[in-house]
């Protein structure tokens, strides 16, 4: 791998066509000679690692022709030791940037000192865990009635244990069965195990799988006048995420938050905020439902994302009154609470509910915001509607974003994409108001390449977490 990094092209070098470059057009010097992250070409030897690897790996994400393999605060560095600056963070993971330098020291010493147990023992990191969000989390002023804790190893796990717990609290309300629906909402995204894959109806998820699990039902986002309908005496359990982000960073309003609330306490069912991306802190708030009034709360919260910065883990938050219905067996994990996963969390849940940090997010959600303005002047018949909260935001363009997603990925930006024709913004929280100024100026260029260029941008060489329907 030395070698491979050793071999860092150089762009003012390419500009000269050379006896020693035959294969190589001009064009092709051309564009490399002009861009500082040419994306690696197909006779590359990042293309040639990836071939190789490629044959043995189950077709599942198309991902564009860089390959990462170190990070620091937030940027990455490709195998060809090109620089990017990271908007994605590992898809609002990386909260705290790359390679955290405590997160690293405390990952060594807990790997020396204990990784793995199993459940069927005690250890001291799964409680403190429990005992910092639930602490945490009432004195953010959100979800009021946190009591009890359940770590997992993902956010689609989370939801799943969610789900469980929920149909548990309606079996036990309703013993003949009678009340087992779920409730989910159209553009959501719960993850992709058959639970929460039955709470995402998304056709392109969903239709390959089918039949999901009876029972699930969806709603549209943001609806108050269908709520009534939708969620009765047959529901368990509504999920909702306040704020959606693979749907295209919706922000649901106050006012369907509550009625929500008050449905579910006219039926009986469970509410499940979903904050695995727009949680911890990425709103500028412990949760992005802390805006909310108590009587707007949930009776359980499901984080993941974050909340290992970039380690497997997962979390389902509940209710006194939830717990109460789960009982010994009744849902477990083998690796879930391990004491080197929490040990990490513990660290990273201190870390993201530090006001400062908080107030931060908010300061930098004005830098972008500023930025985006700027952007939508210069370009108004491509940025429709700006979205979001504190560092989960979101751009709708008029057209496909892939060509933008290329262009500025190939000047040293790394953007992601959601819903349709969404540019998606999820940087690491810790991201300095400089960081966000070099990226938007990048975005900027990349826009104007994008409008402007007689080049054909390729964009199926764009950040795509899936194939395309039908594949
Ligand atoms: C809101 C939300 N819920 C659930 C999930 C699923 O989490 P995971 O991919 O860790 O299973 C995601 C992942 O993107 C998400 O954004």
Not at 13 to 20: D, E, G
Not at 84 to 108: K, Q, S, W
Not at 389 to 406: D, E, F, M, S, Y
Not at 421 to 441: D, H
Request: include cysteine; charge should be neutral; glycine fraction near 10%.
């Amino acid at each position: 791998m030395r070698e491979i990094v050793s071999i860092r092209r150089n762009a003012a070098a390419m500009a000269v066509p050379t006896s020693s470059q035959p294969e190589q057009s001009a064009s092709d010097i051309h564009r490399e000679a002009s861009l500082p992250n040419p994306d690696p070409p197909k006779d590359s030897q990042t293309a040639a690692i990836v071939d190789e690897h490629l044959q043995y790996m189950v077709a599942t994400y198309v991902r564009p022709p860089p390959m990462m393999v170190k990070g620091k605060g937030c940027y990455v560095w490709d195998i060809e030791n090109r620089r990017y600056l990271d908007f994605t963070a590992g898809i609002a993971v990386n909260a705290l940037g790359h390679c955290d330098p405590e997160m690293a020291r405390l990952m060594g010493q807990q790997a020396r000192t204990l990784v793995h147990t199993s459940n069927l023992y005690h250890n001291p990191w799964t409680g403190a865990l429990s005992q910092l969000l639930v602490t945490k989390t009432r004195s953010s002023g959100s979800m009021h009635g946190a009591s009890k804790v359940f770590v997992c190893n993902s956010g689609s796990e989370a939801n799943e244990a969610a789900i469980k717990f929920a149909r548990k609290v309606g079996k036990i309300r309703q013993p003949s069965g009678k009340q087992h629906e779920i409730v989910s909402f159209n553009e959501s995204f719960h993850g992709r195990t058959m639970g929460s894959l039955s709470a995402t109806p998304n056709p392109k998820y969903q239709k390959p799988f089918g039949p999901m699990i009876p029972g699930f039902r969806y709603g549209t986002y943001n609806d108050e006048a269908g709520i009534e309908n939708l969620v009765n005496e047959r529901t368990c359990g509504v999920i909702v995420e306040p704020v959606q982000g693979e749907g295209g960073v919706n922000v649901a309003t106050a006012s369907f938050l509550q009625a929500l609330r008050n449905r579910c306490n006219e039926v009986g069912a469970v509410l499940i905020y979903d904050e695995i991306q727009c949680g911890l802190s990425r709103t500028g708030q412990l949760w992005a439902h802390a805006n909310l009034p108590p009587s707007a709360h949930p009776d359980i919260v499901t984080t993941a994302k974050a909340l290992g910065n970039g380690f497997p883990i997962g979390a389902t938050m509940v209710t006194e009154e939830v717990a109460r219905c789960v009982v010994t067996g009744d849902h477990g994990t083998t690796f879930g609470g391990n004491p080197l996963a929490c040990r990490l969390a513990h660290y990273i849940v201190s870390r993201l509910s530090d006001p400062e940090l908080q107030s931060g997010v908010v300061e930098k959600e004005k830098t972008f915001r500023v930025g985006f303005e700027r952007l939508r002047k210069r370009f108004p018949e491509l940025i429709k509607e700006v979205r979001g909260r504190g560092l989960i935001l979101g751009l709708q363009l008029t057209q496909a974003p892939t060509p933008i997603v290329t262009a500025a990925r190939e000047r040293g930006l790394l953007i992601i994409t959601a819903g349709t024709n969404t540019l998606r913004f999820v940087p690491p929280l810790v991201i300095s108001n400089e960081e966000i100024e070099e990226g938007l100026g990048i975005l900027e260029q990349a826009m104007e390449i994008a409008l402007n260029s007689k080049e054909q941008i390729d964009g199926t060489k764009g950040q795509q977490e899936m194939a395309p329907e039908g594949r």
